[in-house]
């Protein structure tokens, strides 16, 4: 098994009331005198109070296409990342040469070298560190990214491993998209960053984490899904003016129809059923997807309450959303031992990914 040592949580120092992105979004993307009041109506609706930019707004007309975006995206990437790990390994009490794994994702922008090589001798990362960059993966990386480096730890119960999410999702902004699906993302995305430090069995036991006060919570299990015909549910169009964001309306009929079956059949194949349930660490995908996952689930209405906060207070973070909700949920007060929790996330594809955790 593994375990999750800390998560780290980073967020540009750019927070703005959501009707100030409101009114920018409007001045740079609406053409003069267009009405304005479906715009008003999606953003309202969002759940959305503020949000965190990747640069200062009055920076993002400036902005001169996407090789300029995807610049911005390295260089405020690398920053938080770094502000990410060194945060991670300060509270797990380790040094940056433990590490031997680094996972990194983003959907947002384009790096090679990715982010991760640039951070190892920015952080003095060791040269023999595995490093495993994912794109594409989108919200659900963050569930995905613990699934993987779990995995690995499996392999390695003395190894200690970072993931790392960086989504900086304001600088993928359109300028001459119009539509439904990117006046729905203009008021629902915000930018921010996540480490996540787990380590293996062996090395947790060595650490004091396996017992008692410090007991970290551990990856019992993870279960991937993937549902066919769904390709265009979710996703980026990606041209000459960077990514232009694909959000069909359907994504929380896709989500009632499939995810509350997937997480049944999970749970009992661990002999548990969503009432031994003890923490819900969603990703805060919008107000239609959090209600429809609460109903296919039947989960009681306090049980996604910390993936709603996360909504209103930075926005969705696409892949570092859910690893905000599970910081979040580490500084709560803990379960008593041995109660399960569950951490999911979906994203383009359209997929799902189950993490099964135990205190």
């Known amino acids: 098994m593994s375990r999750i040592v800390c998560v780290a949580p980073a967020l540009p120092p750019h927070r703005y009331p959501q009707q100030t992105l409101t009114d920018a979004f409007a001045e740079l993307v609406l053409p003069p005198g267009t009405d304005r009041r479906v715009l008003d109506r999606l953003h309202a609706a969002a ?157 947790a036991a060595a650490m004091g984490l396996t017992t008692g006060a410090r007991q970290a919570p551990q990856v019992v299990a993870t279960r991937s899904r993937f549902y066919p015909g769904t390709e265009r549910v979710m996703g980026w169009d990606i041209g000459g003016t960077g990514f232009r964001i694909v959000l069909d309306a359907s994504v929380a009929e896709v989500v009632e129809r499939y995810v509350g079956g997937d997480l049944a059949t999970f749970l009992a194949a661990h002999d548990l059923k969503t009432s031994d349930i003890a923490r819900w660490i969603s990703h805060p995908g919008g107000p239609k997807v959090l209600d429809a996952l609460q109903r296919a689930a039947g989960l009681p209405d306090d049980a996604l309450a910390l993936s709603w906060e996360c909504l209103a207070r930075v926005g969705n973070l696409s892949s570092a959303s859910v690893l905000h909700v599970l910081a979040d949920t580490l500084d709560a007060s803990p379960p008593v031992p041995g109660a399960s929790g569950v951490l999911l996330a979906m994203g383009p594809g359209f997929c799902a990914e189950l993490v099964l955790l135990r205190w």
Do not use: W
Request: hydrophobic share 50%.
């Open 47 to 203: 759940g959305v109070r503020t949000r965190h930019l990747a640069l200062p707004l009055e920076s993002y007309p400036a902005l001169a296409g996407f090789g300029a975006a995807n610049d911005a995206f390295i260089e405020v990437g690398v920053e938080l990342g770094t502000e990410a790990i060194t945060a991670a390994l300060d509270k797990a009490g380790l040094r940056a040469t433990d590490i031997d794994l680094i996972v990194s994702t983003s959907v947002t922008g384009v790096a090679a070298p990715s982010l991760d090589a640039r951070l190892v001798p920015r952080l003095g990362l060791r040269p023999d560190i595995k490093r495993l960059p994912i794109f594409g993966l989108g919200c659900v990386a963050g569930a995905a990214g613990i699934a993987r480096v779990h995995d690995f730890l499996q392999g390695d119960p003395d190894g200690v491993a970072v993931l790392l999410s960086v989504e900086l999702c304001s600088l993928t902004v359109q300028r001459d998209d119009p539509s439904i699906a990117n006046l729905v993302a203009s008021g629902l995305f915000g930018d921010g960053a996540a480490a996540v430090l787990m380590v293996g069995e062996r090395r």
